[in-house]
């Protein structure tokens, strides 16, 4: 059975750093597009159509993160534990959101970080930044 699980979601304050982890299973994770997304409080959209890419990785190793996340944010995974992190840094009042790990079958070049691309979805974790 094909599962994500994100953790490391919680409560910190501006500028602090916050690392999430997704743990898989059920699939072959080391030739996987994988990725982060975050739903904002208010979206406007329901549902995957709703959720904002954050950083993606392919199988070739391509990564693609969001402009609103540059130089901020770094995702990585571990091919050996089936395991993919984002760590946070310098965080900000705006990326407070619930976050998700997805991932697809297909080889994506580049990363692509429309949410319609990905099939599997954890059940997200909530960050929220605030003083």
Known sequence: QLQLVESGGGLVQPGDSLRL???TSG???DSWT??????APGAEREGVSGREGVSCINRKD???D???VKGRFTMSRDNAKNMM???MNSLKPEDT????????PILLIPCDLRATQYGYWGQGTQVTVSS
Do not use: E, K, N, P
Not at 97 to 104: D, E, I, K
């Open 21 to 23: 982890s997704c743990a």
């Open 27 to 29: 699939f072959d994770f």
């Open 34 to 39: 994988i990725s982060w997304f975050r739903r």
């Open 62 to 64: 391509g990564r693609r």
């Open 66 to 68: 969001a402009d609103s």
């Open 85 to 87: 992190f984002l760590q």
């Open 97 to 104: 959101g619930v976050y998700y790990c997805a991932a697809t």
